[in-house]
């Protein structure tokens, strides 16, 4: 074995001094591009004659097509790249692959050198452009050197080749950075200013707008810059094709970046908006957009205005917008302010109809009895349905003159519907609101007892309640007194109400404090008692025998105390 490799390299060295003392090899090397002749196919190699000694095999995978067809043929001249003189048996080894690539390289390195285009597909989207083959070179195209439409998908723009011009190439690092912005492009660029007007063609549209080509460049013409007015897509101001006159809004020349302007090239509906639409005037207008907060109305081209959700209707706040107005709708509305500088219109939809707060207002008086239907009851009262769709709020101190206000509102529980009977004690327009009552339905016990027992009166009760710190008194039907414990006895010190009264026991007191905020009454036996005696006195001065007896008593009581 050791002897056959020293015969083969043996054979090796003896053919390449051979190759090289015959003058074949001059000038050639490995990589030099050499003609061919095609001398045989076989099934997985073609054999070519370069006239050196021996022929060259390469496989024959690469001379067939994208399709798997074989492109040559036997007698066929072909070029192909030297890749060494002797492969250890003896045979050169050839590649047509090599060969067609430092053409490509080649044809490459002369574009470049002489600004010219070449030809190529966009044949993939990456981060921040596009990949482009040109004769199979894989090229980095940035996005912002793709003057075609930026929204057209990928694979319409792989499906035809497009002219390139090559910006950088470093064949040593397989580097091509190309652009599809053209010279002329540039120049166009320069001339352009901004505020001046240009012709344009729509190349195509967007979600965002369209993009217009200017003399061979392209711009865009965002969809707010299309119309005063709103616009749900940009196709219903534009159309691919169309030409229009456009203003230069920017010009970018660093970012190669176009914007442009239609709707600028009309007057701007909102100058002088205040003098034809002053506050208070009532017009028509087209429901354009519903919001959660309200609905834009559109008086003009142009020009929106904002029905707020508070203004919409008179008695229906909590309702959604949707559900009082629908879209193309015809309003009519009432100015309620306008802001130029923020280009900001208030309109009503309400005002344009009656007041029924205003109605009902003219209709009642205060004290008028009235009746409503239960609508809802919430911690703080009760809400009645009235005429025009307005409610007025019972409120939980106005349901019940001695009731207490969880018992008054549970009293109403499960009565959703029925109707009541109440009293109007107060209408507030500016905040839209009615006070109702229905406790004053009836008279007020504690105001018709008062109006009969002044203060300083002298009354009896009977004992409703007996603790320590006192004594409650049943004064008249609803109408409750109280006696503090200090207050119950003149003879003598007391510290606890319960060891000389019980319930059931009749008491006879002073009225000595009323308190009408709160609605309750103190009284005093000792004051009482205090005040019989000093009439008593008085009484006696004047010589009265029967009060001389009833001194007689009260000394006693002394004495014995």
Excluded at 186 to 196: C, F, N, Q, Y
Excluded at 280 to 299: A, H, Q, S, W
Excluded at 348 to 374: A, I, S, T, V
Aim: charge should be negative; aromatic fraction near 6%; charged fraction near 30%.
């Amino acid at each position: 074995m050791r002897g056959l490799r020293g015969d083969v390299s043996n054979m090796s060295e003896s053919f390449a001094e051979l190759f090289e003392s015959s003058g074949l090899a001059d000038g050639l090397r490995p990589g030099s591009i050499v003609s061919g002749r095609v001398e045989r196919i076989g099934d997985d190699m073609v054999m070519v004659d370069v006239r050196l000694k021996s022929e060259g095999r390469i496989p024959i995978e690469q001379f067939q097509d994208e399709r798997g067809e074989l492109e040559v043929a036997v007698g066929d001249e072909v070029e192909v790249a030297l890749d060494s003189i002797e492969n250890g048996h003896g045979q050169i080894r050839l590649s047509r692959e090599k060969a067609k690539w430092q053409r490509v390289w080649g044809r490459l390195e002369e574009a470049y050198r002489e600004s010219a285009n070449v030809r190529g597909h966009i044949v993939d989207r990456v981060k921040g452009g596009f990949i482009v083959s040109i004769e199979g070179v894989r090229a980095f195209l940035p996005a912002s050197l793709l003057d075609i439409a930026h929204s057209r998908e990928l694979s319409e723009l792989g499906a035809q080749e497009w002219d390139f011009r090559i910006i950088k190439l470093e064949r040593r690092h397989n580097n091509v950075v190309v652009s599809r912005r053209t010279t002329e492009a540039r120049s166009v660029m320069e001339t352009l200013k901004e505020g001046e007007v240009v012709k344009g063609v729509v190349k195509n549209l967007t979600d965002y707008g369209a993009f217009l080509d200017i003399g061979g460049i392209d711009g865009l013409l965002h969809v707010t810059d299309m119309s005063w007015k709103r616009l749900r897509n940009p196709s219903d101001a534009v159309a691919v094709g169309d030409e229009y006159d456009v203003k230069l809004l920017k010009v970018d020349r660093e970012r190669n970046r176009i914007s442009l302007g239609l709707k600028q090239m009309r007057e701007d509906p909102w100058s002088n908006l205040v003098k034809r639409y002053p506050q208070g005037k009532r017009l028509r207008g087209k429901v354009t957009n519903i919001v959660d907060y309200g609905c834009f109305v559109e008086l003009e081209e142009g020009v929106e205005g904002l029905v707020h959700i508070s203004e919409m209707d008179w008695t229906r706040k909590s309702a959604h917008p949707g559900k009082l107005v629908h879209m193309d709708q015809e309003v009519e509305v009432e100015v309620l302010g306008i802001s130029e500088e923020k280009r900001r219109i208030s309109l009503g939809m309400k005002q344009c109809r009656p007041n029924p707060w205003q109605e009902f207002n003219n209709k009642y008086k205060k004290g008028d009895r009235l009746q409503g239907k239960l609508r809802a009851i919430t911690d703080f009262g009760i809400f009645l349905g009235l005429d025009g769709g307005l409610a007025g709020l019972v409120h939980v101190s106005d349901l019940s003159w001695t009731g207490r206000n969880e018992e008054c509102l549970q009293a109403y529980n499960n009565r959703h519907g029925e109707n009541f009977d109440a009293v109007l004690l107060a209408v507030d327009l500016e905040r839209e609101r009615i006070s109702l009552g229905i406790k004053q339905l009836e008279p007020d016990p504690f105001a018709a007892y008062i109006a009969e027992h002044s203060k300083g009166s002298v009354v009896s009760g009977e004992v409703k309640t007996v603790e320590e710190s006192g004594v409650e008194l049943a004064l008249a039907p609803d109408v409750t007194g109280q006696v503090k414990v200090a207050d119950l006895s003149l003879d003598e010190e007391v510290r606890d109400a319960r060891k000389i009264a019980k319930v059931g026991d009749t008491l006879t007191a002073k009225l000595t404090h009323i308190d009408r905020k709160r609605r309750t009454l103190q009284l005093s036996v000792r004051e009482q008692k205090s005040d019989e005696e000093k009439a008593a006195v008085r009484e006696y001065s004047a010589g009265n025998p029967r009060i001389v007896a009833k001194l007689g008593e009260l000394f006693k009581r002394q004495l014995k105390k």
